[in-house]
């Protein structure tokens, strides 16, 4: 009945037809946000280009795409059209020859602007809804988060809260820890886990190859007899490559160094590991910072030294590895270690220490002596440092160096700590933790 009286409106108004079919075009057009006529997705976001273009200047390099937003609605409406020709065949048995050269003839592809701009609104529109309905399932994705981290550090404060000292202690050792002269923390990690386990890695093997040198007597060179020296320092050098295997030659010697100091093996090793005292015993390191905790046994550390004579200042940047409990005494190994975030800082000549090694033994009988044996290996000091005379100079002064060290060292062990004259100057570099040292 609604069929028949639409269809004799039809016949009485060619017109309406066309009205009606406009209007369901429209209508299918703006339900169809995500779909088109043949089932392909519709693309919402070519639409909101268009949108935009028609409130704003459009440059040139935007032409394209209206040219390509207009085309998919010709397609479109082409289809609409023939979608209404079939229907109107199916449901319209009154052959009413003025409508159908009205509706046959009609060009869909100039379709008035004002329908171009109801397409439009409804699309931008079911946009609109579309990044707001987005943005609030967004905002609840991070407030549910939010809540549940919270939750999570309430939980963590609370348990802290139950924690006696010693477990609140020994929490923070395990993330935040200082130097012994109360350095402040620093937080940024320069090394990957891969990186850590390779240097831990690389100073357990120098430290074994270190006790295989000492252990060979057969490659040592004396130089400087302790006996008849007043200081009562032996030295001897050796051309085995002890930082690569005792088997092979190095460019440049291992000076060993060995005499008896008058203190006990844990005072001789706090001393050694204080970085606040360094200055006390040794000249030449101007400034030193620890940089990165490797492990609780490893770390690197940046140090530096002033002018001397013609040379400019040098900085190092050396792996160390301590043992506190090593066969009955102490032990520390040292190498210099290249890193892409480590480069040398401003105002210094990067050089290198390629070994130094120290290890603290008690002596047999005497409770209050320690037997110090150093190894030591210098490598590339940069500039002209490097050249042949500078190295002939530089081997001369690393011959009678431990002399004048284990000397002052010795007097620094038997007295109160002293203050640095120069105030202590930031590091160049901000590395992950550092280590404190307890005896």
């Not at 002064?397 to 060290?405: G, M, T, V």
């Amino acid at each position: 009945m609604t069929t028949s009286r639409t269809n004799r409106n039809c016949k009485q108004h060619p017109f309406a037809a066309l009205a009606l079919a406009l209007l369901w075009s429209t209508t299918l057009l703006q339900r169809s946000e995500g779909r088109r006529h043949t089932s392909q997705p519709w693309n919402p976001a070519t639409f909101s280009k268009l949108v935009a273009a028609t409130t704003t200047y459009t440059p040139t390099s935007s032409l394209h795409e209206m040219s390509d937003v207009h085309s998919e609605i010709e397609e479109f409406l082409d289809q609409q059209s023939a979608a209404a020709q079939e229907m109107k065949r199916k449901h319209n048995n009154n052959n009413d020859d003025h409508y159908d050269a009205v509706f046959n003839n009609f060009d869909w592809s100039k379709l008035p602007a004002i329908h171009f701009e109801t397409h439009l609104s409804g699309a931008s529109g079911k946009l609109s809804r579309r990044a707001i309905s987005r943005l609030s399932l967004a905002k609840k994705v991070v407030q549910n988060r939010l809540e549940e981290r919270t939750q999570l550090v309430r939980s963590f404060i609370g348990g802290a809260l139950t924690l006696n000292q010693d477990e609140k202690d020994a929490a923070i050792a395990a993330v935040v820890t200082t130097t012994a002269d109360n350095d402040s923390i620093n937080e940024n990690s320069i090394l990957t886990d891969a990186e850590r386990e390779k240097l831990s890695q690389d100073t357990a093997r120098l430290l074994a190859r270190c006790e295989e040198a000492l252990n060979r007597d057969d490659i040592w060179e004396l130089v400087v007899d302790g006996v008849n020296h007043e200081e009562g320092v032996t030295i001897w050098r050796s051309y085995a490559d002890v930082k690569r295997g005792i088997d092979t030659l190095a460019e440049l010697p291992t000076i060993r160094s060995e005499t008896i100091l008058n203190g006990k093996p844990e005072d001789v090793y706090r001393l050694f590991m204080d970085g606040s005292r360094v200055h006390e015993y040794n000249d030449n390191c101007v400034e030193l910072h620890d940089i990165e905790a490797v492990n609780d046994s490893t770390k690197i550390n940046w140090c530096a030294t002033g002018k001397f004579g013609p040379f400019k200042a040098r900085d190092f940047v050396t792996l160390v590895h301590f043992c506190d409990n090593h066969r009955g005494g102490y032990a520390s190994v040292a190498a210099n270690v290249e890193h892409p975030s480590l480069p040398p800082a401003n105002g210094y000549v990067r050089s290198q220490i390629q070994l130094a090694a120290t290890f603290m033994q008690p002596v047999p009988g005497e409770p209050n002596k320690t037997r110090f044996v150093q190894l030591t290996q210098v490598g590339e000091l940069g500039g002209v440092a490097d050249s042949p005379m500078a190295k002939k100079i530089s081997l001369q002064l690393q011959e009678k160096a431990p002399i004048d060290f284990c000397r002052k060292f010795d007097a620094a062990l038997n007295r109160p700590p002293q203050p640095k004259k120069a105030p202590k100057k930031d590091p160049p570099f901000v590395g992950l933790g550092n280590i404190s040292y307890e005896v």
